[in-house]
T-cell receptor, first 114, second 113 residues
Framework: NAGVTQTPKFRVLKTGQSMTLLCAQD?????MYWYRQDPGMGLRLIHY???????AKGEVPDGYNVSRLKKQNFLLGLESAAPSQTSVYFC?????????????FGQGTRLTVV | KQEVTQIPAALSVPEGENLVLNCSFT??????LQWFRQDPGKGLTSLLL?????REQTSGRLNASLDKSSGRSTLYIAASQPGDSATYLC????????????FGKGTSLLVTP
């Protein structure tokens, strides 16, 4: 019962470095999401995908790119990390069936940019 | 834009008390409302999902109610225990962004022995 798995769990980057966060789900969900969580700001949507090969911008997309080449994976990339991207990143997936929409979350990736 | 607000931001109660957490939302055209629990440094665990047509949903000592017309939901925790200490988040899906969830900022609950 893996659900939604994020790797890595922790990472420290230097300003300007790049990295990719991986999200994998084994529930065959169509919809996947990346959020960031910051103190006092709550959870904010970065990018989302409504199916394999599709991506769309959320509330705070600047500085991030995403790809959904396979249905089960959703990658979040930082091309040139900035201290403002220090945050906890959560991936989620859901299967849209109207009111039955229920989201499942990964355990998070704690990223520090120094 | 759907705004989700949770009151209070923090709550401290002695063990055994019954308590109510509040969630309000500005757009009543919701599909459902979901309550989550988040322990420090951990991910989000789904507690309850209430359909838009439902009034209540129960799981063990937890009871969530939904009043769409007034834009409110409450999470009732009966006979609180120290293990209930966590942050509780409510969220509603936004159909304009792939049903991504709009979250409140949460209520941080501390149950003291």
């Amino acid at each position: 019962n893996a659900g939604v798995t994020q790797t890595p769990k922790f990472r420290v980057l230097k300003t300007g470095q790049s990295m990719t966060l991986l999200c994998a789900q084994d529930m065959n969900h169509e919809y996947m999401y990346w959020y960031r969580q910051d103190p006092g700001m709550g959870l904010r949507l970065i990018h989302y995908s409504v199916g394999e090969g599709t991506t769309a911008k959320g509330e705070v997309p600047d500085g991030y790119n995403v790809s959904r080449l396979k249905k089960q994976n959703f990658l979040l990339g930082l091309e040139s990390a900035a201290p403002s991207q220090t945050s906890v990143y959560f991936c989620a997936s859901s299967q849209q069936q109207g009111w039955r929409t229920e989201a499942f979350f990964g355990q998070g990736t704690r990223l520090t940019v120094v | 834009k759907q705004e989700v607000t949770q009151i209070p931001a923090a709550l401290s109660v002695p063990e055994g008390e019954n308590l109510v957490l509040n969630c309000s939302f500005t757009d009543s055209a919701i599909y459902n409302l979901q309550w989550f629990r988040q322990d420090p440094g951990k991910g989000l665990t789904s507690l309850l999902l209430i359909q838009s047509s439902q009034r209540e949903q129960t799981s063990g000592r937890l009871n969530a109610s939904l009043d769409k017309s007034s834009g409110r939901s409450t999470l009732y925790i009966a006979a609180s225990q120290p293990g209930d200490s966590a942050t509780y988040l409510c969220a509603v899906p936004n159909s304009n962004s792939g049903y991504a969830l709009n979250f409140g900022k949460g209520t941080s609950l501390l149950v003291t022995p």
